[in-house]
């Protein structure tokens, strides 16, 4: 019996493979994605092994590559080890990755992922400068750490004082001295602790003298007031912790806006014109100093050398920027309008030549940005037609010709 195989035989036995390769690659599609464990619940700081894989309509594994990302700065993972780095309620995302022309949505497993803080394990506690009188007060702050040294963010603070008639002290840990005597304010957080004694010592300012500063300032000018306490015998008390404040009348150019100036441990600065009173508390004492604040006047005139005209939608913002290829354009969006972006040859101001626009899926482009080198720009989308806003970038290697 003859062992060789005809040219026509192998034809036929070609065909016959071709024929049956495709119903053996449908039978290998990926039905799903699987991961193990199906979700994770995680200490800061810890990690843990995570295996995500595609698997056919019986189970068995598929080889198709996914696409795993955790939310940036909370849970990553890479090579299968995920890395808890904040306490929350997150998602591990794993998604098919498939040629941007193929049919239907991509399969997608979402893993959620309960991170929790390790305990805390000690509190520092850091005290406002100055000496607790009886009707001042003293500001403190905490500092909580966890066993490895790592900082909690935002601790939940529990506040206590040993002996309230001495020192009271609210929520926010201000201190305040209510009789002479001694008296410990702790601070807690889960099982830490942290103490700080005080003696309360009797206040007996009259008066107090708010010195430095200036009777006059411009808008901006930062003025330092100090203030100084006496008793009826004309002797300073030392160390006085001080509430500073302030009253505003605006002058006659302006309405009276609801902020005016900042004021932070006699540091003075107005953002407005008008009459300021700084003032200095202290227990009952209080004293002030009164500024008069004048406009800035800072004015610079402004020439027109030419302008590119946009006139059936408004303009919502501008960007100027120098091109790779050395001249200097502009680019500007729309607002309420159809999602429009133009750009702008501004080499010449003096003939300012709209250059080509494009067209984002939304009703307002409102800001516009291009990156330091030149080579991307950044549009905001808003009143998109599906409501998926966000921010479209922009190809700028070519900046006659944006993509």
Do not use: C
Not at 140 to 154: L, N, Q
Request: charged share 20%.
């Amino acid at each position: 019996m003859s062992r060789r195989i005809h040219a026509s035989s192998l034809l036929v036995l070609l065909a016959l493979i071709v024929a049956v390769a495709p119903a053996h690659a449908q039978s290998t599609a990926a039905a799903r994605i699987v991961a193990e464990p199906t979700t994770l619940s995680l200490v800061a700081g810890e990690e843990a092994t995570l295996t995500v894989r595609a698997v056919d309509a019986n189970g068995a594994a598929v080889d198709v590559p996914l696409r795993i990302v955790g939310q940036r700065g909370a849970v990553s993972i890479a090579d299968g080890v995920v890395v808890a780095a904040r306490a929350g309620e997150f998602e591990i995302v794993a998604t098919e990755v498939r040629d941007p022309d193929a049919a239907g949505e991509p399969l997608t497993l979402r893993i959620p992922v309960v991170v929790s803080w390790p305990p805390v394990d000690r509190l520092e506690v850091t005290s406002e400068p100055g000496v607790l009188y009886v009707g001042t007060r003293l500001a403190h702050s905490v500092t909580a750490f966890h066993a490895d040294g790592s900082e909690r963010p935002d601790p939940e603070i529990v506040w206590t004082s040993s002996d309230p008639a001495v020192a009271r002290v609210d929520r926010f840990g201000r201190v305040e001295g209510v009789a002479p005597g001694s008296v410990t304010i702790t601070a807690a957080a889960e099982d830490a602790r942290e103490s700080v004694p005080y003696r309360v010592t009797a206040f007996d300012g009259t008066r107090v003298e708010v010195l430095g500063g200036a009777e006059e300032a411009r808008t901006g000018d930062v003025l330092n007031f100090e203030a100084r306490f006496v008793n009826a015998s004309g002797a300073e008390i030392p160390d006085v912790p001080t509430i500073w404040s302030y009253t505003f009348t605006p002058d006659d150019s302006i309405a009276a806006p609801g902020a005016a100036a900042i004021v932070e441990n006699g540091a003075f600065v107005a953002e407005v014109p008008g009459r300021y009173d700084v003032l200095a508390l202290a227990g009952d004492v209080a004293g002030r100093a009164t500024v008069q604040v004048s406009p800035r006047e800072v004015v610079r005139s402004v020439e027109i050398m030419g302008q590119g005209s946009v006139s059936h939608v408004h303009t919502s913002d501008l960007w100027v920027f120098e091109g790779l290829d050395g001249r200097d354009y502009a680019v500007t969006g729309t607002w309420g309008a159809n999602g429009v972006a133009y750009f702008w040859d501004v080499t010449d101001p003096a003939n300012t030549v709209k250059i080509d626009s494009i067209q984002v899926d939304a009703r307002t482009v409102n800001d516009v940005k291009v990156s330091p080198d030149g080579r991307y720009a950044a549009l905001s989308r808003e009143g998109a037609s599906n409501r998926r806003n966000g921010v479209v970038i922009i190809d700028l290697a070519d900046p006659r010709a944006p993509t």
